[in-house]
C-alpha cells in the first residue's frame, strides 16, 4: 500500500441493519437475564447450604453433648489419647462423617481431637458462649481449616455445665456441593438461553420483513423524507389501516375535507359523515380518478391497498378545473347561440335582399317589421316574467340555441320571479344545468319541448323543468343526482356527472330539496325548492297624516301573486 493511500481501520461496533441490531441485542438480553437468573439462584442456594452444614453440625454436638458417657469420662478420666472421650468422639465422628468432635472442660482443654496430639491442649477458638450454656452456629477457620461449626454446652448429671462440644464439618464439603449443582444449573440456563436466541431469531425476522431489512438510520431518514414529503405536496393525502380507520391525515387532505386531527383514529363515517366521499375513501366505490363533492369542492379520489389490509387514499382538488370546464360550457353555448343568431340572421337578410331585388318594398318592410317584432316579443316575454336580468339573459340565450336545435324552449304562464334574489349566480348555475340537460334529452326527438317555470311562494323560490324526452327510468331517479353518474360521453375539458349533483347541494345548502318525477304526456320533471331565497319584504311606511287634496298616494308594487291572480 502506498503512503498515500488512505489506512484502513477495523472498525468494531453494531451492524447498520436492523435484523443484526434486534438479534444481537435480544441475545445479549436474553444471555443477561439468564446469568442474572443463575446468580440469584446461586447466591440463596450457596446461603442455605452454609446454613444446613451448620445446622447439621450443631445437631452433631447436640447429641454427642448428651451421650452419658462423654460427660462422665471428662469428670473422671484424664485427657489421653485412648481414653473413653476420644473413642466415643471418634466413634461418633466416623459415624456422622464429621470433620471434627472436640470436647473441652471448662478450662478450654480438648478431650477429643482427631488429630492425637492436640489432646490435652487448650482450644484455638473461644468456647466462652458455649461454656455460658449458649448454643453457637458458625463458619469459621480453625486448626483444621474452615469449616462450618457448631458448639453446645456438656452437662453432667446434675445439669451443671462441665465443659462443651464442637463438631465442624468441612467447609470443602458444602463447597463440593454447591460446585455440583452448578452444571445442572448451567444446563438449564443454557436451555433457557438457547430458547431465548431462538426467540430472537424469529423476531428479528419479522422485524427484517416488516422493517425491509433497513438500518436503523434508513427508517429514521426516511421518516423524515416521508413527513416532509406529505406536508409538502399540493395532493391530499389520507392512511387507514385494515378496519378503515384513519391513521393519518397530511395539511392538504385536512384543508379538502375540511377536518382536523380530531378525526385521526374514527372511522370514515364518523370523520367524514355517510355519502359518496366516505364511500370512496373506503373502497365500497371502486375505480380511478374517481369524482366526489366535499362542501364546494369538486374532488378527484384514488384509493391504493398496501400489503397489510390498510389503504392510503389521495384527493386531487378540481373546483377550479370544473369551474373553468363550466365557463367553458357557457363560452360554448354562447357561441351556439351567437352562430344560430348568425346563421338566422343570414337567411333573413338572404330573404331581405330576395324581396329588394324582386321590388317587394311592402313585402319588405313588412318582413323586417315582423322579424324585429318577434325578436323584441321574445325578450319582452321573458323579461315580463323574469326580472332578475341574469336570469332572463339566460333564458333568451338558451331559447336561441334551443330554436337551433330544433327545440320548442317555452316559459310557463305561471312564471313570476322578482329582481330581488338574495343568490341569483346559484339560480343561474341551477336553470342552466337543468335546462342544458333538458335540451340533451330531448335532442332528436319529434316535437321535443322543454317548459321552464320559475314562481315563489312568499320567500321560497319553486323551479320546475319539464322536458318530452323518454324521462327517467323509477330505479334511476336518486342515482342521476350521485356524483359522477351520467350517460353521456365526457367532455374534452373533464367528467361529466357532477350537475345535478352541484344541483342537489346546493338545494340541500339553502335547506331546500332537487327531485326528479316523469311528467304529464311523457318525459322527466325536475323541481327545485329553494326557500328563503328572497329577502325579507321592508315593512311599508305608515302615513301618520291625511293625503292632502290633490296630493298622489304613494304607488304600491304588486306582488308576484297579484300578478299571477291577474
Known amino acids: 500500500m502506498s503512503p498515500t493511500a488512505p489506512a484502513r481501520r477495523l472498525r468494531l461496533g453494531m451492524p447498520r441493519r ?14 443477561g437475564v439468564a446469568v442474572l437468573a443463575t446468580g440469584l439462584f446461586l447466591a440463596p442456594l450457596s446461603k442455605q447450604l452454609d446454613h444446613e452444614a451448620m445446622r447439621r453440625a450443631l445437631a452433631i454436638a447436640q447429641t454427642t453433648a448428651q451421650d452419658p458417657h462423654i460427660a462422665e469420662g471428662v469428670q473422671t478420666t484424664p485427657p489421653t489419647r485412648n481414653g473413653p ?105 443454557g436451555g433457557a438461553l438457547a430458547v ?8 428479528s425476522r419479522r422485524v427484517q420483513r416488516q422493517t425491509r431489512d433497513l438500518a436503523f438510520s434508513d427508517i429514521s ?39 382536523g386531527d380530531e378525526a385521526v383514529g374514527k372511522s370514515l363515517d364518523e370523520a367524514l359523515g355517510e355519502g359518496r366521499t366516505a364511500d370512496v375513501l373506503a373502497g365500497r366505490v371502486t375505480g380511478t380518478d374517481l369524482l366526489t363533492v366535499r362542501g364546494q369542492r369538486v374532488l ?10 390498510a389503504a392510503v387514499a389521495t384527493l386531487r382538488d378540481r373546483t377550479e378545473l370544473e369551474q373553468l370546464g363550466r365557463e367553458l360550457d357557457s363560452t360554448r353555448g354562447l357561441i351556439d347561440a351567437l352562430r344560430a343568431q348568425d346563421h338566422e340572421h343570414a337567411n333573413r337578410m338572404h330573404t331581405l335582399l330576395g324581396l329588394l331585388e324582386l321590388e317587394m318594398y311592402d313585402d319588405a318592410v313588412e318582413f323586417v317589421g315582423e322579424v324585429v317584432g318577434d325578436h323584441r316579443a321574445t325578450a319582452e316575454q321573458v323579461t315580463e316574467k323574469i ?50 340537460n333538458a335540451l340533451d334529452a330531448v335532442a332528436g326527438t319529434p316535437h321535443a319541448r322543454v317548459e321552464v317555470e320559475l314562481r315563489t311562494e312568499g320567500r321560497t323560490v319553486v323551479l320546475r323543468v319539464r322536458d318530452t324526452g323518454p324521462g327517467i ?16 360521453k365526457p367532455p374534452a375539458h373533464g367528467k361529466r356527472g357532477l350537475g345535478l349533483s352541484l344541483v342537489r347541494r346546493l338545494a340541500e345548502r339553502q335547506g331546500g330539496s332537487a327531485t326528479v318525477s316523469a311528467a304529464d304526456g311523457g318525459g322527466a320533471e325536475f323541481t327545485i325548492v329553494l326557500p328563503e331565497a328572497l329577502p325579507e319584504p321592508e315593512p311599508e311606511p305608515v302615513l301618520t297624516g291625511s293625503v292632502e287634496a290633490g296630493a298622489t298616494p304613494p304607488a304600491r308594487i304588486s306582488t308576484a301573486a297579484e300578478e299571477e291572480a291577474r
Not at 454446652?153 to 452448578?182: E, F, N, Q, T
Not at 431465548?196 to 423476531?203: D, E
Not at 316559459?411 to 343561474?428: A, F, K, M, N, Y
Open 18 to 31: 436492523v435484523f443484526s441490531q434486534v438479534l444481537l441485542m435480544q441475545v445479549a438480553i436474553a444471555a
Open 85 to 189: 472421650v476420644q473413642k466415643e468422639a471418634e466413634r461418633i465422628r466416623k459415624a456422622t462423617h464429621a470433620e471434627y468432635i472436640v470436647v473441652l472442660n471448662r478450662r478450654k482443654i480438648r478431650w477429643s481431637h482427631p488429630t492425637p496430639s492436640e489432646i490435652g491442649r487448650p482450644v484455638s477458638t473461644d468456647p466462652s458462649d458455649a461454656l455460658a450454656g449458649k448454643e453457637v452456629m458458625e463458619i469459621d477457620k480453625g486448626t483444621l481449616g474452615r469449616s462450618a461449626r457448631g458448639k453446645v454446652p456438656l452437662y453432667d448429671a446434675d445439669h451443671r455445665i462441665i465443659g462443651a462440644v464442637s463438631v465442624g464439618i468441612a467447609y470443602d464439603s458444602v463447597r463440593a456441593r454447591l460446585i455440583s449443582a452448578i452444571p445442572g444449573l448451567f444446563a438449564y440456563a
Open 196 to 203: 431465548g436466541a431462538l426467540a430472537a431469531w424469529l423476531i
Open 221 to 259: 431518514a426516511l421518516l423524515a423524507e416521508r413527513e416532509a414529503m406529505l406536508h409538502g405536496i399540493r395532493e391530499g393525502v389520507v392512511a387507514l389501516d385494515r378496519s378503515g380507520r384513519i391513521r393519518l391525515l397530511n395539511d392538504e387532505a385536512r384543508r379538502l375535507l375540511g377536518i
Open 300 to 309: 378527484v379520489a384514488n384509493r391504493m391497498p398496501t400489503d397489510d389490509g
Open 387 to 436: 326580472q332578475d336580468p341574469l336570469l332572463a339573459a339566460l333564458l333568451v340565450g338558451k331559447a336561441t340555441v334551443a330554436a337551433e336545435r330544433a327545440v320548442a324552449l317555452w316559459v310557463s304562464e305561471r312564471t313570476r320571479l322578482p329582481d330581488r334574489l338574495i343568490d341569483p349566480r346559484g339560480l343561474v348555475t341551477v336553470v342552466g344545468n337543468l335546462v342544458d
Open 473 to 488: 327510468p323509477q330505479d334511476q331517479q336518486e342515482l342521476i343526482f350521485t356524483e359522477g353518474w351520467s350517460t353521456k
